[in-house]
């Protein structure tokens, strides 16, 4: 078997790209579809609640088991696997004639859908050198992130629209938008189990089964035989994920409703013309996570050759987020301003590629996957009941506002706390972290 170079390398950052597009796809692929779904299974707001708080449950429940899988069996394997099943739930989600039908396969697509994040944060910790991964982590859950969010909120629809008067075509309207979408995932499968390689080298089968590889030597912790959840840092690592999830499940969530309203309220505008407008600040916060989270990942990259610790960047971005979070709570001047916050926030939220990078300088990355899998477990469910309550901290809010943009400070205050503690909880990880990677 041929000896593959690093400079393969950005083939398989490219894969992970798109392979993380597909989770986020996936996740919200109902979305830009809700009120075509709700009519067809004649769904309420309720329902459509729960389809969405099924997948993130099921999601949350299959990190660690996926992130070891990674760490034994490689991340093309599992990569690969996820996606190609992905795309059955979609295509079963399609078929489904109940509601019921219909959170089944929400809840399952919540499985397969974790195969992505945290195996590519491992695979990317073999095949790029400590000196890049923030970039590359930040590459691929910026872009992949982006991708999937506008392939969700923008692509379905008109794809709903495209079917809808294609009498010749088996599947009509969004379920004949989901069913090609699971096609393109599953061609995208495929290509993940073509292009992509678990280490960079066929000697690294070796590498495979002592369960070692040429990142452990950059590693601070994974020396040790002791479990990894014995390590307070992991623990700590696990707060400030929680926390930022809640902020991330509450701002997007929130922040094109809020928009809307202010633009109608304020403004003078109609109810479609603000919905529009509303809707370009969403698109304005996710260009925000789009060209943020690279950039973040390079900031870090660059200081900590330094001696400036990952955690100490990943504490101090998501203290700026709560700054930013709370600038909701003030009188919003101009467009300009909104969408000025509403850019600063959507890099200001996504500094999660500096910890999977931190991640892997500390455990190696023989057991980044199962770092990464408690971490992100403890955030996703966490975050998920924060969306769950959210509504009714608005309303327990509202009711004592004095005009109605004034009902959103309770869910913008809940955020910004939120990214305090999770500042706090990052400060405390490079505090307790003994010594840094120092990188020439």
Request: glycine residues 14%; charged residues 10%; positive net charge.
């Amino acid at each position: 078997m041929p000896t593959i170079g690093q400079s393969y390398r950005w083939i398989i950052l490219a894969c992970g790209i798109l392979a993380y597009a597909t989770s986020y796809l996936t996740r919200w692929s109902y979305t830009g579809l809700a009120s075509f779904i709700s009519e067809d299974l004649q769904l309420d707001k309720a329902d459509l609640g729960l389809l969405g708080s099924a997948f993130f449950y099921t999601y949350a429940m299959a990190q660690v088991p996926w992130g070891k899988s990674a760490d034994r069996w490689g991340g093309r394997t599992v990569i690969s696997i996820g996606v190609l099943l992905s795309a059955v739930g979609l295509m079963g989600f399609t078929l489904a004639q109940t509601f019921g039908e219909a959170v089944g396969w929400r809840m399952f697509v919540g499985v397969v859908a974790a195969s992505v994040f945290v195996p590519v944060a491992g695979l990317l910790s073999h095949w790029f050198v400590p000196k890049e991964r923030g970039l590359a982590n930040g590459l691929y859950y910026g872009l992949g992130g982006g991708l999937g969010q506008i392939t969700a909120f923008l692509l379905l629809p008109l794809l709903h629209l495209y079917f809808l008067d294609r009498a010749v075509l088996p599947i009509l309207g969004w379920r004949g938008a989901m069913g090609c979408t699971a096609v393109v995932v599953a061609v995208l499968g495929l290509a993940c189990w073509i292009f992509l390689r678990s280490y960079p080298s066929s000697t690294d089968s070796e590498v495979h089964s002592t369960g070692y590889s040429s990142s452990k030597s950059c590693a601070t912790y994974s020396d040790s035989d002791s479990p990894i959840t014995r390590d307070p840092v992991l623990w700590c690592l696990g707060g400030y994920f929680a926390a930022g999830i809640i902020a991330l499940r509450l701002v997007p969530g929130w922040l094109t409703i809020f928009a809307s309203e202010w633009y109608r309220v304020e403004q003078g505008f109609t109810q479609t013309d603000a919905v529009i407008a509303g809707g370009v600040i969403g698109t304005v916060y996710t260009v925000g996570h789009v060209v943020g989270s690279p950039l973040l990942g390079k900031m870090s990259d660059h200081l900590l050759p330094h001696g400036v610790s990952r955690f100490k960047c990943a504490s101090v971005v998501l203290g700026l987020g709560a700054l930013s979070v709370s600038c909701l709570t003030l009188p919003m001047r101009s467009s300009w301003m909104l969408g000025g916050v509403a850019l600063l926030l959507g890099v200001t939220l996504h500094a999660f590629p500096i910890v999977n990078a931190a991640v892997s300088d500390r455990w190696g990355g023989s057991r980044t996957g199962q770092a990464l899998g408690w971490i992100n477990m403890m955030g996703q469910f966490v975050g998920a009941i924060a969306l769950s309550v959210s509504g009714y901290v608005g309303i327990a809010w509202a009711s004592g506002a004095t005009g109605t943009i004034d009902g959103y400070a309770g869910i913008w205050y809940l955020a910004s706390a939120a990214c305090v503690v999770g500042a706090g909880c990052g400060w405390m990880a490079h505090r307790l972290t003994k010594s840094v990677v120092r990188i020439s």
